[in-house]
């Protein structure tokens, strides 16, 4: 018998009845409601798609800082648009790669909006949420040499989607396989009022739940309304593409879940009501360095908190293509849908009506599609031609930068390189 088998059965059988209550369709009912099927197919886009991507490449140096390059590309079949950013700095989280994904977000925007100065004004794809380059919040980083990038950040990011919006620009974001459960905490509200809650109560209830506050008393509230099952399932925070894909291929139909309009998230509420109180005090907690060394940097910082705040929602929803692959996220400004509501004005996802640009927007990506390994064919065209190849970044951009710099790769890289 193979070592540890009768422990391993044994833990199995304590965790088998939690694990199938997993796979319980106690949201099926309402689920089917909103869920739009759509076939997919041969289609063909009426217009000039821009795809923006970007890359990166990394090496730490004996000097105990880190080289890096980021590439931006924006290609269409007709323009080629190219942005690299090259910075030698010391941070103790550079090895957490969101420090490096705001820049590769960041230039993203700017060679996009390069594009639309040099008179682009189709359509615009993005890999990636467009909602969660908007949910990041205003606050130093650990760069030495960047510690306001954020603030250079909501800049651009404003400046590119107001440009996209006075030029009348499709802007639409593809994420694959993203982790989100904003489509289930929306039919969780259903059915919650379907129950009989009130508003106020059912407001009360899932925001604590989301934010995993007053769990105790929630838990009592929702076991006197016989809600238990449904508070639990926003506890749990399970990710919307494994209910989606279970639910469309039961009745083998593919589609996409109905657009919902998001707002900010309840901490980016908990941050602005707290910049309105005193902006100043808060710019100087946030940015403690820069705030210290930059005459100018306070004035600069409110007026970017000014554009943050003015931001749009976001109308987001799931697209399943084929049943044999997995949903793609899509995220599109809500001024796309004639809605001018801001991020800062939504609390909860609402459900909107506007069929005719969805379905715009779902043939544009059907266009696109190909199979599970190619599922954009702009996004795949741009991804191989910025992306940045551990060999040419070692022989080439690493090499360019111990011959200018005279700062080499640390020893144990070194050895690695060259053995």
């Not at 929630?218 to 449904?230: C, D, F, T």
């Not at 925070?237 to 639910?247: E, G, S």
């Not at 139909?253 to 998230?265: D, E, I, R, W």
Request: proline share 3%; glycine share 4%.
């Amino acid at each position: 018998m193979p070592e540890f088998l009768s422990e391993y059965i044994r833990e199995l059988s304590a965790v088998v009845d939690r694990i199938r209550a997993y796979d319980r369709d106690i949201l099926n009912d309402v689920f089917r409601r909103y869920w739009l099927p759509f076939p997919f197919g041969n289609m063909t886009v009426d217009g000039e798609v821009l795809a923006v991507d970007s890359s990166s490449a990394k090496h730490a140096t004996e000097e105990g800082g880190v080289f890096y390059v980021v590439r931006a590309m924006a290609l269409s079949n007709q323009r080629r648009y190219r942005k690299v950013s090259v910075g030698y700095d010391f941070s103790p989280n550079f090895h957490d790669l969101p420090l490096i994904s705001r820049i590769m977000e960041h230039l993203e925007h700017a060679v996009a909006k390069d594009a639309i100065e040099d008179g682009f004004d189709d359509i615009i794809l993005m890999d990636g949420s467009l909602y969660g380059r908007m949910s990041h919040l205003l606050k130093e980083t650990d760069f030495v040499e960047r510690r306001a990038l954020m603030v250079d950040y909501f800049e651009m990011l404003h400046s590119f989607l107001d440009a996209c919006r006075r030029n009348g620009i499709t802007v639409v974001s593809i994420s694959k396989e993203s982790r989100t459960s904003f489509f289930r905490t929306f039919l969780v509200g259903k059915a919650i009022e379907e129950m009989g809650v009130d508003d106020s109560l059912r407001g009360f209830i899932m925001q604590s739940a989301i934010e995993r506050t007053n769990i105790s008393n929630v838990l009592r509230l929702a076991e006197s309304r016989g809600i238990a099952e449904l508070v639990m399932e926003l506890i749990r925070r399970q990710p919307d593409f494994q209910m989606i894909l279970k639910y469309a291929r039961s009745i083998k139909k593919t589609g996409c879940t109905t657009p919902l309009l998001l707002g900010a998230t309840a901490r980016w509420h908990r941050e602005y009501n707290l910049i309105k109180n005193d902006a100043e005090n808060f710019i100087r907690r946030r940015f403690p360095v820069s705030s210290a060394t930059d005459d100018g940097f306070v004035e600069r910082v409110l007026n970017v908190m000014s554009a943050v705040e003015n931001l749009p929602a976001v109308v987001s929803f799931h697209v399943l293509p084929a049943l044999n692959d997995t949903p793609m996220r899509v995220d599109v400004p809500a001024w796309m849908f004639n809605i001018n509501k801001r991020m800062c004005d939504v609390r909860m996802p609402e459900s909107i009506s506007g069929y005719d640009k969805l379905k715009e927007i779902i043939e544009l990506i059907s266009a696109g599609y190909c199979d599970l390994r190619n599922y954009n064919i702009w996004l795949s065209a741009v991804d191989s031609a910025v992306k940045l190849r551990k060999d040419v970044f070692e022989n080439v951009y690493l090499r360019k930068f111990e011959e200018f710099i005279g700062i080499y790769s640390a020893r144990g890289d070194r050895r690695a390189r060259f053995p």
